[in-house]
């Protein structure tokens, strides 16, 4: 399978970025939609993106190479080419988080009214972005048996793309769209009641997305890793844990309704 979507010879367009790409465009959408439901401009939203966007690629991107430095210590310049993929979505989120609360305050708007609107658009934009995956045979899970895969109902031509050098592997790209598709299913649903208080869309992302996440790093085989220790699924724990205490505080401070 070609990782490359257009070859103009003269530049090149990889599936990764181009999924990427989408993630971002369709989750502006939504969010830009929702912010002016609670009041907030779209010229306050557009400012926002347009720091967000290149903060959270840089984060995703730093937060790689960190845990992966061994890779681009001979050949520092390969730490810029991040269409060729590297781009760990726990250092997207972080950044991202640190961007919003900094904005939060400069234009005084409820630091998870805007988090609420975001994690809605974030978990789709998962969901898109995985595929990136999948064209750069990465974030895959051990060898498998054909016939494992195929008793598993997964579409024909994603089996075919978890046959790589000579061996088939887990699609664990694939498991974790699904699962946050659904998570996004969920947020919209719950999106809908009227008796959520600000910040229980994020604490709901925090934890479905972690539970999804942990269980799925732990069939991968290309993980981050910190002292012996695969570094998604400890932040997924704390994850987790924010999620619940932002969860009862928003009934302790008697959070608004929206």
Known sequence: MNSVLI??????????????????????????????????????????????????????????????FDNYRDNLIDIFKVWEGGLAIHGGVIAGIIWTYIYSKIKKINFFLI????????????????????????????????????????????????????NYYEPTFFYESIWCLSGFIALVTLRLTKKLRISNLTSFYLVWYSIGRFY?????????????????????????????IIFIFSFKKKNKLY
């Open 115 to 166: 988090t609420d609107i975001m994690v809605v658009s974030l978990i789709l934009g998962q969901a898109i972005g995985r595929w990136g995956n999948f064209f750069n045979h990465e974030a895959h899970g051990p060898m498998i048996e054909l016939a494992t895969l195929q008793k598993m109902n997964i579409p024909q031509f994603i089996i075919d793309g978890m046959f790589i050098r000579g």
């Open 7 to 68: 070859d103009l010879g003269f530049i090149k367009i990889y599936w990764y970025s181009f999924f990427i790409c989408v993630g971002f465009v369709l989750g502006a959408i939504l969010a830009l939609r929702e912010a002016k439901k609670k009041g907030i401009s779209k010229d306050v939203m557009l400012d926002y993106f347009f720091y967000l966007i290149p903060i959270v690629i840089l984060g995703a991107r730093l937060y790689y190479v960190l845990f992966n």
């Open 216 to 244: 799925i790093e732990s069939l991968r085989t290309d993980s981050l890793m910190f002292c012996g220790l695969k570094v998604a699924q400890i932040i997924s724990i704390c994850a987790i844990i924010a999620g619940i």
